[in-house]
T-cell receptor, first 116, second 114 residues
Framework: AQSVSQHNHHVILSEAASLELGCNYSYGGTVNLFWYVQYPGQHLQLLLKYFSGDPLVKGIKGFEAEFIKSKFSFNLRKPSVQWSDTAEYFCAVYLAGGTSYGKLTFGQGTILTVHP | DTEVTQTPKHLVMGMTNKKSLKCEQHMGHRAMYWYKQKAKKPPELMFVYSYEKLSINESVPSRFSPECPNSSLLNLHLHALQPEDSALYLC?????????????FGPGTRLTVL
């Protein structure tokens, strides 16, 4: 079965530090990739997504992610984090074809804590 | 407007109770989803409805019964739940089930089973 792995469970940074959150998936077919964010007390929100084309995608709030097909990876980056980026971040994969069509599979999540 | 609403926000029920969770969207989306999220875990898909028909049931116990009465509404009927069913239940919707369709999530219903 397909799976999504996020390398870090909890990341703690100071403001202005750079961020990279790792995401790897195990599926050889066509995938679409997402990063969702869940701020404290709020619902899941889409940060960015990759369907095709330029493997470097830009999302909201200065986030970007790079799809590296050969590494089955979709890492999230931000050059300079802010205290307001404190949240839980989920990588998710949407598969093409088969009986799982329409199934969004999430990674375990990474909690990001940014200290002022 | 990309809003998915869910009611109630919180629900406490006993193991013999029958209750329902409600989800609503007015974005014209034709695919709707139920997810379950346990504490410190990612959301896990339970059901997918497409054009008001059940498309995916991820082997969910029959004590959870979904219903899609129309294209805007999605219900989850609960009966004889167990304490381990306590979780955040999330509803989502998307334009269709196409790979390019983004799923929009509601705030969830936090369910506690006593």
């Amino acid at each position: 079965a397909q799976s999504v792995s996020q390398h870090n469970h909890h990341v703690i940074l100071s403001e202005a530090a750079s961020l990279e959150l790792g995401c790897n998936y195990s599926y050889g077919g066509t995938v679409n990739l997402f990063w969702y964010v869940q701020y404290p007390g709020q619902h899941l929100q889409l940060l960015l997504k990759y369907f095709s084309g330029d493997p470097l995608v830009k999302g909201i709030k200065g986030f970007e992610a790079e799809f590296i097909k050969s590494k089955f990876s979709f890492n999230l980056r931000k050059p300079s984090v802010q205290w307001s980026d404190t949240a839980e971040y989920f990588c998710a994969v949407y598969l093409a074809g088969g009986t799982s069509y329409g199934k969004l599979t999430f990674g375990q999540g990474t909690i990001l804590t940014v200290h002022p | 407007d990309t809003e998915v609403t869910q009611t109630p926000k919180h629900l406490v029920m006993g193991m013999t109770n029958k209750k329902s969770l409600k989800c609503e969207q007015h974005m014209g989306h034709r695919a709707m989803y139920w997810y379950k999220q346990k504490a410190k875990k990612p959301p896990e898909l339970m059901f997918v409805y497409s054009y008001e028909k059940l498309s995916i049931n991820e082997s969910v116990p029959s004590r959870f019964s979904p219903e899609c009465p129309n294209s805007s509404l999605l219900n989850l009927h609960l009966h004889a739940l167990q304490p381990e069913d306590s979780a955040l239940y999330l509803c989502a919707s998307s334009q269709n089930r196409a790979l390019t369709d983004t799923q929009y999530f509601g705030p969830g219903t936090r369910l506690t089973v006593l």
